[in-house]
């Protein structure tokens, strides 16, 4: 199992860290993900790891002001949020599978979710 954590209310311009940390089994050689969703709004990626941490990738929307990382030992992921905006309002879920690609566009493993609130 997958459970995210960090969320909170926070301030336009401010920063948050999340945590995903995983349970029942290991992840660490699988991909790891990112993806929010907004009230009203489909579910969007956002970042993703390569299961050796190598590789990372972003959506056009939060590169430059988020970054994924992660800790095999701690069979966890994380994503640090810098220069929040209300738009990033939304609950992030982290998410799983076996390689980058999967894991981006079709994640075999989802965790639950954590409330973003960015006030204005």
């Known amino acids: 199992q997958l459970q995210a954590y960090g969320g909170g209310l926070v301030q336009a311009g401010g920063s948050l860290r999340l945590s995903c940390a995983a349970s029942g089994r290991t992840f660490s050689n699988y991909a790891m993900g990112w993806f929010r969703q907004a009230p009203g709004k489909e579910r969007e990626f956002l970042a993703a790891?390569?299961?050796?941490?190598?590789?990372?990738s972003y959506a056009d929307s939060v590169k430059g002001r988020f970054t994924i990382s992660r800790d095999s030992a701690k069979n966890a992921v994380y994503l640090q949020m810098n220069s929040l905006k209300p738009e990033d309002t939304a609950v992030y879920y982290c998410a799983t599978g076996p390689n980058l690609y999967q894991t981006t566009y079709n994640p075999n493993y989802w965790g639950q979710g954590t409330l973003v609130t960015v006030s204005s």
């Open positions: 790891i390569s299961w050796s941490g190598g590789i990372t």
